[in-house]
């Protein structure tokens, strides 16, 4: 009897692989080399029982060095079964991870940056009047949350005194007023319906 | 049949209550009650394990009938059955507070219903972790307490939770992996793998071997428990998951850690040869950890460090392996699993009155709630150890079984001990002072919940959401118990000195653990090895000075 060296080589090289792997940026790599690491100590375990021999099963005329030391082999299986229920809960994260954010890598906490370089107001949560940012980038909002760009493309444009409308022209200021959704047209006589 | 033959129910009663919650996960109500009620039943009868072993004694119970060294057995003493009372009752006010919070948001449909079965799977592995005598049991018991963190920790699954849990399942199963690798070669070392064994066919191994073995060991444990070098990962990952959950992880997850590094120190590696590498270590995790919390600006974060900084505390009183220092660090565990924990919760209490965990946008607490500032103030200055509380006391012991000891590392440990007491003070009380005794006013960007109306403070409204109850009752209620117990650490600080001071005395004897798990006719090997051999005499004298600033506190 003697060391089986193929399992130790082999042993050797899931180590290296594993930490290898667990050094990627990529989570599936990541998961890859836990499963290495674990599988490389469940080839330590079973080297730590000895020798090879016989199967435990009792009978009187063996003499009880030719048997193989079962207690490591329960505590190979107990450890598979740990590492495939952490293997399983792995690819569930890595699954949100790719649902979330698209791409099956570690993240940078770029929140974190964000949050330790900026003050603590929030102009998305914490403006007194909700701003509207769902159907635009977040480059049209100023830092203090207000909508810059409307307001200053007015500002950059010279502003008409008037519009032309209809037949004649009305003031700008009553064109803008009118232009704006849900006003009412407050000049109640121009309409002549208030009479 | 005595009391203690009932331990495996430690452990068996939180995994039934696991499953009856699984089966009831559609009805929240039923859900509820089993837990708690398992819960409650577990602390019952962890109190009475607790009452049989007061007085000193050690019993072992074989699960299954197989006979130590070969089969698994479980062991009550002081330390674990005083470990597993605090532990049950934080976790039960953790679990009160976390139902309450659920019932307040009314979020009772799925993933929470989840909660129930993960927490009290967690809370088995813990107990299990606590009472295990055999190496891979151990393993085992942290492994379920780990899958249940993890579960726990990307609750919800949302962005930031799911890239903390990535960190913190890496790193976690890299050090089980460790552990597991010590393990398989203290195993190929000495052919055995029960603890009460190891210490007997340890101390017959090649000194090299045998320091190679501890290294391992205390490398794994020190990735769990958050060791500074290998701290790195916990201040990154706890603030992100939900109030309740990062409660019970400051609280339990990283002692059970501690407990793990007490155990193998004192009973499979006896003896000073790493205590001088642990000091060191101690040492900076006090001073980086507490450097770190003064960064910090968000509660939650500056509670982690906090939490990591005062693990170099129990690591101190480990590494002197004195009486009076490792009862020190027994005392300081119990204290410090009830006050970081119900830190934690407080300021799951803040954010909900304040809107925010940070301090520049808090304000005026106090005069809005007078109670949730006393719920905060007293916890916060028990941790930064002002006398009379039990931080103080335990603090006490450390310097005092640090003076005793005399050298010139002990004395720059306990140098640090006080300045990081005092920095720990100063961060709390910047909390203090921001929080709750400036104006609303003079906030930066206060949420407007601070600004309202304060007549009607049981509901108000918070940006983004509907009208909730800000403060329920329930929440208040299990954090005010929490306070209320860690108070009571104080009050009763002389009789848990007196059975610290005992427990520290029977781990470091060594014999009757190992009469109980192996029988009247073991054979008890020697104390240590070279210069920290104790005499009878040493042991003695310095259990009462251990036991000195409990009687303070009477």
Redesign the interface.
């Known amino acids: 009897m003697s060391v089986n060296l193929t399992l130790l080589t082999v042993m050797g090289a899931l180590y290296a692989c594993g930490i290898y792997l667990i050094l990627e940026r990529s989570l599936t790599r990541v998961l890859l080399g836990l499963m290495l690491l674990a599988n490389a100590t469940n080839l330590l375990i079973l080297a730590t029982g000895g020798y090879a021999g016989l199967a435990p099963f009792f009978s009187k005329d063996t003499d009880p060095g030719a048997y193989n030391d079962p207690l490591p082999q329960a505590l190979i299986l107990t450890s598979i079964v740990i590492s495939f229920a952490v293997t399983a809960f792995m690819l569930g994260i890595i699954y949100r991870t790719w649902v979330l954010a698209r791409q099956d890598e570690i993240q940078d906490d770029v929140e974190d940056r964000r949050v330790a370089a900026t003050p603590s107001f929030d102009a998305e949560d914490d403006a007194v009047i909700p701003v509207e940012t769902s159907e635009f980038p977040l480059t049209m909002l100023g830092s203090d949350g207000a909508a810059v760009s409307d307001s200053s493309a007015a500002e950059a444009a010279p502003a008409p005194a008037a519009v032309p409308a209809g037949g004649g022209t009305i003031s700008a200021e009553d064109a803008a007023r009118e232009e704006k959704p849900g006003s009412a047209n407050l000049d109640i006589n121009t309409e002549g319906g208030g009479k | 049949m005595s009391i203690a033959s009932l331990a495996p129910l430690a452990v068996v009663l939180p995994i039934l209550g696991a499953a009856l919650t699984f089966v009831l996960i559609r009805r929240s109500r039923a859900q509820r009650a089993v837990s708690i009620a398992l819960l409650s039943l577990t602390l019952l009868l962890e109190c009475l394990l607790l009452a049989s072993v007061w007085d000193g004694g050690t019993e072992a119970v074989n699960i299954g009938g197989w006979l130590p060294p070969?089969g698994i057995v479980l062991v009550v003493d002081q330390f674990s059955s005083l470990m597993l009372v605090v532990s049950s009752a934080v976790s039960l006010a953790v679990l009160v507070y976390a139902t309450g919070q659920g019932m307040a948001d009314g979020d009772e449909d799925a993933p929470v219903s989840i909660f129930h079965p993960t927490y009290l799977i967690l809370v088995a592995g813990v107990s299990n972790a606590f009472l295990s005598g055999d190496l891979?049991n151990l393993y085992?018991g942290f492994?379920i307490l780990l899958?249940a963190s993890?579960?726990l920790m990307?609750l919800g699954?949302t962005?930031?939770r799911?890239?903390a849990?990535?960190?913190y399942?890496?790193v976690s199963?890299?050090s089980s992996?460790l552990f597991?690798?010590a393990?398989?070669?203290i195993?190929?070392a000495t052919g055995t793998?029960n603890m009460a064994d190891l210490a007997i066919k340890l101390a017959e191994l090649d000194p090299g071997t045998k320091t190679l073995l501890h290294v391992m060991i205390l490398v794994a444990f020190g990735i769990k428990a958050a060791v500074f070098p290998l701290s790195f990962w916990l201040p990154?990952s706890y603030p992100t998951a939900p109030a309740p959950v990062t409660a019970v992880f400051a609280g339990l997850l990283t002692k059970v850690g501690v407990y793990a590094m007490v155990r193998t120190e004192t009973l499979l590696f006896p003896g000073d040869t790493l205590n001088s590498p642990l000091m060191v270590a101690a040492l900076l995790t006090m001073v980086v950890g507490i450097l770190g919390a003064l960064a910090q600006?968000d509660i939650k974060r500056l509670l982690s460090f906090t939490l990591v900084s005062h693990i170099g505390y129990m690591v101190f009183g480990l590494a002197m392996s004195s009486v009076a220092g490792l009862a020190a660090a027994v005392f300081y565990v119990a204290h410090h699993i009830t006050i970081q924990t119900s830190l934690f919760l407080v300021t799951g209490l803040i954010e909900r009155r304040g809107g925010?965990s940070?301090v520049?946008?808090l304000a005026g607490l106090a005069k809005l709630s007078p109670l949730l500032a006393l719920l905060f103030f007293i916890p916060a200055m028990n941790l930064a150890g002002i006398p009379p509380f039990s931080g103080f006391l335990g603090k006490l012991g450390l310097m005092q079984a640090g003076i005793q000891l005399g050298t010139p590392l002990a004395y720059s440990l306990v140098i640090g001990g006080v300045v990081t007491s005092l920095l720990t003070l100063l961060a709390v009380a910047r909390v203090w002072n921001r929080a709750f005794w400036r104006k609303a006013d003079d906030a930066?960007?206060p949420?407007?919940v601070l600004l309202a109306d304060t007549k009607d403070s049981a509901t108000g409204h918070r940006?983004?959401k509907r009208n909730v109850v800000l403060l329920p009752r329930t929440m208040v209620g299990s954090t005010l118990g929490l306070v209320v117990l860690g108070v009571a650490l104080t009050v009763f600080a002389g009789p848990l000195f007196r059975v610290a001071g005992q427990s520290a005395e029977a781990m470091l004897d060594r014999s009757a653990y190992i009469k109980a798990v192996l029988g009247e006719h073991a054979p008890v090997p020697g104390l240590a090895v070279g210069g920290s051999t104790l005499s009878g005499s040493t042991l003695k004298g310095s259990t009462l000075s251990g036991s000195d600033p409990g009687g303070d506190g009477r």
């Open positions: 070969w891979f085992v492994e899958t993890y579960v990307t699954g962005g930031p799911v890239r849990g990535v960190t399942v890496v199963v890299v992996v597991l690798i393990i398989a070669m195993y190929g793998i990154d600006s925010s940070s520049d946008r930066e960007h949420d407007p940006a983004g």
